[in-house]
């Protein structure tokens, strides 16, 4: 892959022979029912057919799974972390009919239509599954709860040995709901976007089960790495395989793509990262590419501006970058043959839409025409106008690149309005 070699309007040069791309701008409002694959019928009247999920690559392949792997495509694919939720009129709406989050994360009906609310608004290039990294907890022995002001709480968090008496293997029909509602999704939305799937990493799952829920410190998960290693590894080593199973449940459910979120991995310095997540995320990739080769995968770490170069390591196809990484470093440290997601700041859309244009025209621009999946540095914040999530996507689709830039090198890039 060649990228730009930077110009007005990225703060850094890659140093790297490429060419121009166009940018159509222009807030062109196109967004109908009519959109070929628009949800128009109740999920519970859905009849699930069955297909089979090939994990290889095809022409056709949703553009985002292409730009995933590297391939020339006509514009950056985009979609956004929290696409679904509370920033959405109808989404509070639902959430005043099921108030409890579990029952909307596990009811599969609830489930489908929550994913494709921003699909039928918006029309993202990705619809990735209403879901949490928590969910699968029970399915290998770990019950929790969500309260309302707490929010995760696991009663036994697991500090000594005994506590991993209680893991078992993953128990998949547990999760069917999962399964279930990425088949619908990817019924629903055909060819025209590609249905994400997720998982949190070993790292991030355990800090909730050692801490027994959410933390500011993660001292007593830090600490552990120091007073009981052995304990920690088992722990992390039975994490690392239930969680690649239920990455291939969800690709043979009918996830195009999957999204690796290492949330707290940020919090750890490089080094400690390097030992304690960076090797169970490896194995993750490795498993999963021996069933599905050809499903591209993404890593996501929020404060990973330390960890990019490590990050690459694991073997991921694309590397997410939060907002405080500027896409042109993110870009001359990665290197040409990795894909990357980002990373406009998700405050943005608080801005005057003329701004918000212009930041994703930088954004892109320091991208570079492959090997780019548009993305917020983190997901939606409450609050978000949906109005600017929506010029972010029309804006998103107006965008050209041009057709010379997949093939040819030039020594510098020209946008064009």
Known sequence: MSFFSLTSGCSSSLGVKSSSFTVQLGFHSNVNNSFPGAFSSSPKRTKIKKFSVA??????????????????????????????????????????????????????DLIVEISLQPWNAFHPDGVIIFSDILTPLPAFGVPFDIEEVRGPVIQSPIRFEDGLKALHPIDLEKLQFVGESLKILRQEVGGHAAVLGFVGAPWTIATYIVEGGTTRTYTTMKSMCHTAPNLLRALLSHLTNAISEYIIYQVESGAHCIQIFDSWGGQLPPDMWEKWSKPYIKEIVSVVRSKCPQTPLVLYINGNGGLLERMKGTGVDVIGLDWTVDMADGRKRLGSDISVQGNVDP????????????????????AGPRGHILNLGHGVLVGTPEEAVAHFFE??????YDSSSQNHAVEESKLLV
Not at 349 to 365: C, D, G, M, Y
């Open 395 to 400: 804006v998103t689709k107006s965008l050209k």
């Open 347 to 366: 405050a943005y859309l608080f801005s005057p839409l003329p701004a918000v244009t212009e930041e994703i025209q930088r954004v892109v621009k320091c």
């Open 55 to 108: 994990c290889s690559s095809s022409t056709t392949d949703p553009l985002l799974v292409k730009a995933a792997r590297g391939d020339p495509v006509s514009r950056p694919p985009a979609w956004m972390m929290r696409q679904a939720g509370r920033y959405m009129a109808v989404y509070r709406k639902l959430a005043e009919k099921h108030p409890s989050f579990r029952e909307r994360s596990e009811t599969t």
